[in-house]
């Protein structure tokens, strides 16, 4: 059976980030790719510390900040990444999930949707699907364990990213469970079948920041491409930042606190790290202070839900951000949390099977997240033009045009925002 419509879902009772209100936000945009909303009315109520800052405009507007929904065609929400060297019609990055950890036809989705919009998509580590090798507007990552990766692997697309750490589990490397590693997956990591595919915490060839610039340059000669760090955010990303600048980077790409997976440790996932709101303004304050910041890309990932929090991050500081669970939410993901286990609802992190009951419709998963990016491209222009501005990278590191409430005065400090 070909899955090609939403399940129903389910009524929770804990307190979960990715609530109702999101999902039926994310699959309007979905099945529409027409903007639902200027100010997104999910953070109401809502703890995050990014949900309790406000643009101005937003504020001075009272209670008609719905009434038009019909954003200028001249407005630009696209952006320039690596030093000007790829061009993306909006600034979104499809997060790096892994072939193995989503069960293929997602990972092709995402890619082709990324070609079909002009954004980005990475493929994660463990190896590149091979309908997802076709695809051009791809990030190839280059993990601990470099599962599946040759010559040939690292030169496809545009881009690669070399993966230290990411926002669900700072410090601990990457763990694909034996049970889903099944013959395809198997053929494409290099690695026996049932056996668990671990990457350790460190590379083993980077201990230091020269190592580390070592990396890059290999890449940068071997590739041709860009070579973009991935990094978790923690209390020193803006020194780990400054470095990776320096070392020859073209970007950073940094996970807060609450980015999704299914196999982090709770301990880790809820006590290690910073909320990417915080993460984002002390880099860029910082790249901006040693002179580095002209050019070189920061793109912030973590729990990033709509426009209005695309369109803060970068008031704060960022180029451009990274989405992923809204990604899997728009292909039918109903937040089970357990993708680990292989057995998904919506067959999107499913065990690949030899003969599957279900499998999710290649098409319509590709629809879907090809109208998630232009409705939500289309709220991200509604934004621009209540804040008074012409395009994207007019918007980049606005804070003036953010305003704090609820927080406290270290967290405002830290955003370098007023009350």
Request: hydrophobic content about 40%.
């Amino acid at each position: 059976m070909e899955i090609s419509s939403y399940l129903r879902v389910p009524k929770r009772e804990s307190i979960e980030f990715w609530n109702d209100n999101r999902i039926m936000h994310i699959r309007e945009l979905a099945t529409s790719a027409k903007p639902r909303y200027v100010w997104d009315p999910c953070k109401e109520g809502s703890r995050r510390l990014l949900d309790r800052v406000r643009f101005r405009a937003e504020v001075g507007e009272g209670n008609g900040w719905n009434s038009t929904l019909e954003p200028l065609e001249d407005l630009d929400a696209s952006c320039d990444i690596a030093y000007g060297r790829i061009w993306m019609a909006a600034p979104l990055y499809l997060g790096d999930m892994s072939f193995g950890a989503l069960s293929g036809v997602p990972n092709v989705a995402l890619a082709r949707a990324a070609d079909e919009t002009g954004t980005l998509c990475g493929i994660g580590e463990g190896g590149v699907h091979p309908d997802v090798a076709r695809c051009r507007r791809i990030f190839v990552q280059w993990a601990s364990a470099r599962f599946g990766l040759d010559l040939h692997a690292l030169r496809l697309g545009m881009g690669t990213v070399i993966k230290i750490g990411q926002g669900a589990k700072p410090g601990i490397g990457g763990h694909l469970p034996g049970a889903k590693v099944v013959s395809i997956i198997s053929k494409t990591r290099r690695i026996p079948v049932g056996v668990d595919a671990i990457s350790p915490a460190p590379h083993h060839d980077i201990y230091s920041i020269e190592d580390l610039e070592q990396r890059i340059w290999a890449l940068k000669e071997a590739t041709g491409n860009p070579v973009f760090v991935k990094v978790a955010a923690t209390n020193y990303v803006p020194y780990v930042a400054a470095g990776v600048a320096r070392m020859g980077a073209d970007g950073i790409i940094i996970d807060g606190q609450g980015a999704g997976t299914g196999a982090a440790p709770s301990v880790v996932r809820d006590n290690v790290g910073i909320p990417i709101e915080l993460a984002v303004p002390s880099v860029d304050r910082m790249l901006r202070r040693e002179g580095m910041r002209e050019g070189f890309t920061v793109i912030a990932a973590g729990r990033v839900s709509s426009a209005e929090d695309t369109a803060k991050l970068i008031a704060l500081g960022a180029d451009c951000v990274s989405i992923a669970t809204a990604a899997l939410i728009a292909m039918g993901c109903i937040m089970v949390h357990k993708c680990h286990l292989g057995f998904c609802p919506a067959v999107l992190t499913n065990r690949i099977e030899e003969e599957p009951k279900k499998v999710l419709s290649l098409d319509v998963a590709t629809r879907w997240v090809t109208n998630l990016i232009r409705g939500w491209t289309g709220e991200l222009k509604l934004i621009l033009e209540r804040v008074g501005l012409n395009s994207v990278r007019e918007l980049v590191g606005r804070r003036d045009l953010l305003t704090a409430g609820d927080i406290s005065e270290d967290s405002r400090r830290a955003m370098g925002l007023e009350r």
